[in-house]
């Protein structure tokens, strides 16, 4: 398949050997941005047309859905502090402050990406996961 420009027709700048790379390897590797994939596969040509085959495969630059891993000791303390607090009342809900502890990082540079087709972000493969972040509440005194 050629490409159609101004002034004629031009030759693609990839084989399809190459495209299939392109596509492999973010396939494997989705969290690789496009100069890093044109590194990976020595390829000769500019990092714009690395994306516009990405495109042209379907596939989108995106920052990826971000999951907490739970343990199965979280799950259970979820579970134990529902059953816990299940049957209390609103004026009760109304008192309690939730709040969320944070975990920064000065190791991580921007926002994390990931190449993707459209309709995948909940697949495993696209998820980045997390260590869970530890949430607390303050509950009112018992009457």
């Not at 490409?3 to 989705?30: F, L, M, W, Y």
């Not at 999951?67 to 059953?83: G, M, N």
Request: charged letters at 30%; a positive charge; aromatic letters at 10%.
């Amino acid at each position: 398949m050629e490409d159609r420009r101004k002034g004629g027709n031009h030759p693609r700048a990839t084989t399809e050997e190459e495209d299939q790379s392109i596509v492999h390897i973010c396939e494997t590797n989705p969290h690789l941005n496009a100069q890093e994939i044109k590194e990976r596969l020595n390829i000769q040509a500019s990092v714009k047309l690395v994306r516009k085959r990405l495109h042209e495969a379907g596939f989108h630059h995106r920052i990826p859905a971000i999951k907490d891993i739970l343990t199965q000791r979280h799950k259970e303390q979820r579970f134990e502090f529902a059953e816990e607090y299940q049957d209390k009342e609103l004026d009760f809900w109304g008192r309690v402050v939730f709040s969320e502890e944070k975990t920064f990082s000065s190791a991580a540079h921007g926002k994390l990406h990931c190449w993707r087709r459209n309709g995948t972000r909940s697949s495993p493969q696209w998820i980045r996961f997390r260590p869970n972040n530890f949430w607390s509440l303050s509950l009112p005194a018992e009457k």
